[in-house]
Nanobody, 111 residues
Framework: QVQLRESGGGLVQPGESLRLSCTVS????????MGWYRQVPGKQREWVAL???????HYSDFVKDRFTISLDSAKKTGYLQMNSLKPEDTAVYSC?????WGPGTQVTVSS
């Protein structure tokens, strides 16, 4: 059974950074793509970033130049480096691989 688990969320001040991780567990898995999404209560989940191999990184306009997505296939782990965080980045961030989702990790940006 495949499971995804995010980590690295927390409370930071505006302008600070966080790095989220998403580890996929299970046997016989070859991870070549991973997506990150976020959701604020009462709003629709929105796409943040996608990494594909081949293909590279793709970002939504609201995180471009601030966030960096990467993937370590050997470790079955994806990362989302988030810099220059803003209060509007506050959300639950979830990773997606294939059809599976992680439970999410809370990111709160507040002074």
């Amino acid at each position: 059974q495949v499971q995804l688990r995010e980590s690295g969320g927390g409370l930071v001040q505006p302008g600070e950074s966080l790095r989220l991780s998403c580890t996929v567990s299970g046997t016989g898995i070859d991870i070549r793509a991973m997506g990150w999404y976020r959701q604020v209560p009462g709003k629709q989940r929105e796409w943040v970033a996608l990494f594909t191999d081949p293909g590279g990184a793709h970002y939504s306009d609201f995180v471009k130049d601030r966030f960096t997505i990467s993937l370590d296939s050997a470790k079955k782990t994806g990362y989302l480096q988030m810099n220059s965080l803003k209060p509007e980045d506050t959300a639950v961030y979830s990773c997606k691989w294939n059809t599976g989702w992680g439970p999410g990790t809370q990111v709160t940006v507040s002074s």
